[in-house]
């Protein structure tokens, strides 16, 4: 079983759908990040969080460390937001990434 | 702020050939660096975590005289892949974290390399 579970695998929504990733952790963590990852590989940080809830534009992230769960909204889906998302969680001594399978979304217009 | 610049973006070379993958921070110091590599269909894998000025610390199973890591100043790492064969063949890509473990760690865009 992997440390960090990420649901769906693969999500396909229409152009202003509410869209609800899931990430389920095993390990103690200090935080943890949803990251964007575009089909050019590169990696974008959306939030980083311990606690609670954050809120950045359309995007919402929010933690729940008792129950060891996080999810990720994205309000008024558009295109532009296709892409495929990644729970990662920071552990080990140094801090490093422990990475979720990711989660790829298609938003049609 | 916190731009972190990945180099070269794609490599494609022979096999046996050594590859140098640039990683620097631009707007910060960065006391810890980090490279991940990420096979097709795969979820990324932490390879090696380095501290400036100290010799990096591998994961198990990544092979420290293939994969050298040098972090000589607090704005740059480089990964280079010593003769390299086509089962190297993947994205590889660095992070900067500046400052301890509660803080952010911010992604350059990768390499994807290829090696023939």
């Known amino acids: 079983k992997n440390e960090v579970e990420q649901s769906p695998q693969n999500l396909t929504a229409q152009e202003g759908e509410f869209i609800t990733i899931n990430c389920s952790y095993s390990v103690g963590i200090s935080a943890l990040h949803w990251l964007q990852q575009h089909p050019g590989g590169g990696i974008v940080s959306l939030f980083m969080l311990s606690s609670g809830k954050k809120k950045h534009g359309r995007l919402i992230a929010t933690i729940n460390i008792q129950e060891k769960h996080s999810s990720l909204h994205i309000t008024a889906s558009h295109p532009r937001d296709s892409a495929v998302y990644i729970c990662a969680v920071v552990g080990g001594s140094q801090g490093n990434l422990i990475f979720g399978k990711g989660t790829k979304l298609s938003v049609k217009p | 702020g916190a731009v972190v610049s990945q180099h070269p973006s794609r490599v494609i070379c022979k096999s046996g050939t050594s590859v140098k993958i640039e990683c620097r921070s631009l707007d910060f110091q960065a006391t810890t660096m980090f490279w991940y590599r990420q096979f097709p269909k795969q979820s990324l894998m932490l390879m090696a975590t380095s501290n400036e000025g100290s010799k990096a610390t591998y994961e198990q199973g990544v092979e420290k005289d293939k994969f050298l890591i040098n972090h000589a100043s607090l704005t740059l790492s480089t990964l280079t892949v010593t003769s390299a064969h086509p089962e190297d063949s993947s994205f590889y890509i660095c992070?900067?974290?500046?400052?301890?473990?509660?803080?952010?760690?911010?992604f350059g865009d990768g390499t994807r390399l290829s090696i023939l």
């Open positions: 992070s900067a974290r500046r400052g301890g473990v509660g803080q952010p760690q911010h």
